[in-house]
């Protein structure tokens, strides 16, 4: 993001326009597509009438991408946290075209994904086993037979067909319909809409803290927010205000069809993953279009450099030879659409590396709501949650893969340019989510040459290259953890983690700003503590780890996840102006690296590489000191927290990595020192019942509901965010609890999400949040929301006896050493040693459905 500098001229531009006639508005809105026609017309349910939508053509003009739009209404996602916003779409769409006048023509036979191999079956399995269904749903997910997949649509080619995945209720509806319904709704509350309109100037004025918005007849409209909706003019109308938004423009090639036979009437939405491609009834036609594979991908980088041209979709020719691989399988799959009048048709489309939109804070009150590649499935959830957001003043719920900041200092032109490529080829591909392309990028740490030689495993979080575990000789994985866990916790392991966010807070109201914002105690001189940002509802924002080390305590650092890291802060920074604390809040993720020591020979390890004191009286649990480890300045963090076992985290320039790791291995390795990853650490925070964020804590629950309710503090008397509601939480009865368990099977090991459910009933009474296998226990180990009520006994459908799941508590303190390696003979996994396989080989994310009895 590119942050406004306010020159003199502009200055005096400010001043003069001052002078001029004004409107005054809360919002201002720039785009009149789905995403802006959405947001407005949920800021007038929540009565905001003074809202003003600016649309550069008319709505729903053939330049823009809604007229282009299948209509598509899906409400079946990989991401749960993605469900209740497709569901809401439903909902509401279902009811919109009565209460706007505007017929939207929703057709609602629900969504066929097919599965014509193996892989794709396994998928829709694991899909299932997640979907967090009950009743009154709007839509329904359910895995279908190939007898029933025939029966739903009997023009398919049953011979290719394995089985499908159903959902229920959605479909598809005429999406200018859509967009001219917001509109009116919106319209009819109070909102203005102003076609054929493009600001001159969009101008932030800091003596008055709001946004002024020129327009060609050189009227000024003052308005406290901005919202940019522009869709594929969404870097034109940014740049007006000295902003830049990572996404692409990209060419879609879509066609109507003409069928040879007559299609049976009511037939659902359907979707082919491995081909990526979608068609679904229009009348007595079918409306047909795909995703091209990635090197028939076309994106506009000339619009991007030069603008994006007034005719927008409109002046795309189409190429509908670049579909040719999906046309010919759908023709293969459905014989009816063989020899059919093709019309092909092109538009372009507006998306973001990864997929998800940009919704949310851009900067000081600037919004956006745009790069959206599923715009019909989500535009009315989205544009609750964005309309929620500016209302209330907090996220209304868990939904950081939209974060609208998540690019922000990181990714450059080439990375939005290859990953977006990638990511639009594989639009349905659910199963692939560690793609490589342009990977790595600059967020690699100063070590990461050095793992990678020595085996590492990557995976990818917001850029960040993350080892997962290390293979050695080829070893399967789970044979690999348990090297790694019994290697740490018998003599000691080194782990990188550098890729965590990392946020600076400095200044004389630094402390003052901390004790405001986070919940409880802010640690003292030295020290290290575990802190919770909460909503002013009360709800957990953001867990975070909180150190300083300095003698004037002005200070501090905050550990955070990368992907939650724009997030803070913005929290924090919006909390600091509106206290007017003098402040700087900034990341330093970029250059402050970190590598940890963990397991009962760290201490030893690291007194062999400093003359600090480093005993327990001298450096004792939750602080932290300043320390020279061979040429590498360091503090030192000690922390079991989130393993169980002693640890020292050491925090230092990332220039200083590699030098550093070396010592360490150096020293380490007469004490057995081996490398460990993030799946080994994820089994030790299990076993120590340790919760994380976006697993066990989001957005969607509260210290007291999830067990950390001793981290309020509501003694002391110190006003906070959220303290209102965290009093009226502390003496709530909750009808969930979180609850660590362990599983005597064998077989399986969850992955986290999988429903609970009541053996045979529909009735959902908790989900797992994450889960692995505990080495140390011998099964799988998860944390599950479970209804205060149940009792735990888990039953697989596929098989005739029950799995007992028994609630775990956690050690309160670092085990102590112990040689457990004859349980585990030439490391062979122990799934399938049990087995007695000859060729150990396992499932690590297995497909069912826990059922309690």
């Known amino acids: 993001m590119i942050r406004i500098r306010q020159s003199p001229a502009l200055r005096s531009a400010i001043a003069q326009t001052r002078a001029s006639s004004t409107q005054h508005a809360f919002a201002v809105i720039v785009g009149g597509g789905m995403a802006g026609s959405s947001c407005a017309y949920h800021l007038t349910q929540r009565n905001i009438k003074d809202v003003v939508l600016l649309e550069k053509e008319h709505v729903a003009s053939p330049a823009a991408t809604s007229y282009h739009s299948p209509g598509l209404v899906s409400a079946a996602h990989p991401a749960h946290r993605y469900k209740p916003i497709l569901a809401y779409s439903c909902e509401l769409y279902a009811k919109l075209d009565k209460e706007s006048g505007e017929p939207i023509n929703f057709s609602r036979p629900g969504t066929l994904r097919l599965a014509t191999n193996q892989t794709r079956l396994a998928e829709f399995r694991k899909y299932t086993a997640r979907d967090y269904y009950k009743e009154g749903d709007v839509c329904k997910t359910t895995l279908l037979t190939p007898e029933q997949v025939a029966e739903m649509v009997p023009h398919l080619d049953k011979k290719e067909i394995l089985g499908g995945l159903y959902t229920s209720n ?11 319904a917001f509109v009116n709704g919106a319209k009819s509350r109070g909102a203005s809409v102003v076609n054929q309109t493009i600001p001159d100037f969009i101008r932030y004025d800091k003596g008055t803290g709001e946004w002024l918005v020129g327009l060609g007849d050189g009227s000024l409209i003052k308005t406290r927010n901005i919202i940019n909706a522009g869709g594929i003019w969404a870097n034109d109308i940014a740049r007006l205000s000295g902003h830049s938004i990572p996404m692409i423009v990209v060419e879609h090639q879509y066609a109507v ?20 491609f979608y068609v679904r009834q229009s009348g007595d036609e079918l409306l047909f279009g795909g995703f091209e594979m990635i090197d028939r991908v076309k994106i506009r980088e000339d619009w991007f450099k030069n603008g994006v041209p007034k005719d927008g979709s409109a002046s795309i020719t189409p190429d509908f030879e670049r579909l040719s691989r999906a046309y010919e399988r759908a023709k293969e799959l459905l014989p009816a659409m063989r020899d059919a009048k093709v019309d092909a048709r092109a538009a372009v489309f507006s998306m973001t590396p990864d997929g998800y939109p940009l919704v949310g804070p851009f900067d000081k009150n600037y ?19 964005l309309a929620d957001w500016i209302v209330d003043g907090e996220p209304p719920a868990e939904l950081f893969d939209t974060d609208a900041s998540r690019y ?32 790595p990028t600059d967020r690699i740490s100063g070590v990461y040459g050095l793992l990678k030689k020595q085996g590492a495993q990557f995976g990818y979080r917001n850029g960040w290259e993350v080892a997962q575990y290390f293979n050695i000789d080829e070893e399967n994985v789970l044979s690999t953890l348990e090297r790694e866990y019994l290697m740490v916790t018998n003599k000691c392991g080194v782990i990188d983690m550098s890729w965590k966010g990392k946020i600076e807070v400095k200044g004389p109201d630094a402390q003052e700003l901390l004790e405001y914002a986070v919940c409880g105690e802010v640690p003292a001189l030295g020290k290290i503590g575990s802190g919770l940002m909460l909503t002013r509802a009360g709800r957990v924002l953001a867990p ?6 300095d003698s004037v305590r002005s200070q501090f650092i905050l550990l955070t996840e990368p992907e939650r890291e724009s997030r803070d802060l913005y929290w924090l920074k919006r909390a600091a102006a509106e206290k007017q604390f003098k402040v700087q809040v900034h990341s330093v993720s970029e250059y402050l690296a970190s590598l940890a020591l963990v397991g009962p020979k760290s201490r030893e390890l690291l007194q062999l590489l400093t003359k600090s004191e480093v005993s327990d009286e001298g450096f004792p649990q939750r602080s932290t000191k300043l320390m020279r480890l061979g040429a590498a300045a360091v503090v030192c963090a000690r922390s079991s927290t989130s393993t169980g076992q002693l640890s020292y985290e ?13 010592a360490i291995m150096a020293a380490g390795r007469p004490l057995g020192i081996v490398n460990f990853g993030q799946a080994t650490m994820n089994g030790m925070r299990l076993e120590h019942g340790f919760k994380i964020w976006g697993r066990e804590l989001t957005l969607d629950t509260n210290p007291f509901e999830c067990g950390l309710g001793a981290l309020v503090d509501l003694k002391s008397g110190k006003d906070f965010i959220g303290k209102a509601s965290s009093i009226e939480h502390a003496t709530q009865t909750f009808n969930r609890r979180l609850a660590l368990i362990t599983m005597d099977t064998d077989s399986v090991v969850p992955a986290g999400n999988e429903v609970l459910r009541r053996e045979g009933e529909e009735e959902r009474i908790g989900q797992v949040t994450s889960a692995g296998y505990s080495a140390r226990l011998q099964k799988p180990i998860a944390f599950a929301w479970l209804d205060s009520s149940v009792k735990v006994r888990i039953r697989m459908p596929s098989t005739s006896t029950s799995v007992v799941a028994s609630e775990y508590a956690p050690p309160s303190s670092p085990r102590p050493s112990s040689s457990r390696s004859t349980n585990f003979p030439h490391w062979v996994c122990h799934f399938c040693r049990l087995r007695k396989v000859a060729q150990p080989h396992h499932t690590l994310i297995p497909s069912f459905v826990f059922n309690l009895v």
């Open 170 to 180: 959605d479909g598809y509806v005429n999406s200018k319909g859509l967009n001219k």
């Open 257 to 276: 069809v003409k069928p040879t036979e007559q299609l049976k009437a009511g037939l659902p939405a359907i979707i082919d993953h491995d081909s990526t």
């Open 367 to 385: 919004w956006v709501s745009t790069g959206f590649l599923d715009g019909v499935s989500s535009a009315g959830g989205l544009g609750k949650y």
């Open 408 to 439: 922000d200092g990181w990714a450059d032109r080439k990375f939005i340019v290859d990953k977006g490529v990638e990511t639009y080829s594989m639009f349905y591909n659910w199963s692939y989510t560690d793609r490589l392309a342009a990977r």
């Open 544 to 549: 975070l780890k909180i150190f300083h080390h």
């Open 650 to 662: 050491l925090f230092h320039n990332r220039a200083d990595s590699k030098k550093l790791y070396e």
